[in-house]
């Protein structure tokens, strides 16, 4: 089964200090590799604010930043392939930890 993860933060949140990111930093890097370790990380990645986005719509027009208005917007994303649901929540548990806030974790369609 897959399932994406996703952590988001406040729109316009301060960023963090350079002690919270590197602690960031070091519990990212430690569950990233007991993900791979484990061989159920297909893909992850940081993700830019929303005011770095832009939305194309089906006739190419460009429409800067993010095109969902939302008090919260994606920062990160995994994609894992577990077993199961269970072990899907384990995973989103300890990236929840590593990222020192709440995840969504959402099964993905096949």
Excluded at 56 to 61: L, S, V
Excluded at 64 to 70: C, S, Y
Aim: charged fraction near 20%; glycine fraction near 10%.
């Amino acid at each position: 089964m897959r399932f994406l993860v996703t952590v988001h933060d406040r729109v316009g949140a301060p960023a963090p200090s350079p002690a919270r990111m590197a602690d960031f930093a070091a519990r990212l890097h430690q569950v990233t590799g007991e993900l791979e370790a484990a061989g159920v990380l297909e893909s992850a990645t940081g993700l830019a604010q929303g005011d770095e986005a832009e939305v194309i719509d089906p006739e190419g027009r460009v429409t800067p930043g993010a095109g969902v208005n939302a008090t919260h917007e994606p920062r990160g994303l995994w994609l894992l392939s577990v077993e199961d649901e269970s072990h899907a929540r384990h995973w989103a548990t300890r990236l929840a930890w590593a990222c020192g806030a709440s995840v969504e974790l959402r099964p993905a369609q096949t």
